[in-house]
């Protein structure tokens, strides 16, 4: 689904997220704090929208891939066709009985978000990367 790109790291993310703080609208902010909220950061677009109060996942695509622009943006990343993609990995359908495309925190936003004190710090143990890594043992993807 997403051309690869250099991952940033925790410190860029902060970085970029300062820089573009007084940019970033409510629903952007929001949709960064529900999506790190949730257990293993993974979620639906869909269920994202149902979190923050949009009427569908649509909004959730166009919000956060505003957010996502203005991040690579500022880290001079060029991110290609799914502008998300330098915030979240996917799970294709399927994969893991989803229906939709699973949206993860990359770990290094997560942090970044904490390192902000946006949201309170988790576990390491809820991270994305671990999730994914026993999703693969547990199901074979």
Not at 8 to 37: C, D, S
Not at 80 to 87: H, T
């Amino acid at each position: 689904m997403q051309r690869q790109h250099r991952v940033p790291t925790v410190t860029e993310y902060v970085t970029a997220f300062r820089a573009i703080e007084q940019k970033m609208t409510p629903n952007q902010r929001n949709l960064l704090l529900a999506h790190h909220a949730v257990q293993a950061r993974v979620m639906s677009a869909t269920r994202l929208a149902e979190q923050v109060g949009f009427d569908s996942y649509g909004a959730v695509n166009l919000q956060y891939g505003a957010l996502a622009r203005q991040v690579a943006e500022q880290l001079a990343i060029e991110v290609g066709d799914v502008e998300v993609g330098i915030l979240v990995d996917f799970v294709d359908p399927g994969k893991v009985a989803n229906e939709h495309y699973l949206w993860v925190m990359r770990p290094n936003v997560a942090q970044a978000i904490e390192d902000l004190g946006w949201a309170s710090r988790v576990s390491h143990l809820l991270y994305p990367d671990m999730a994914l890594a026993e999703l693969r043992a547990t199901r074979g993807f």
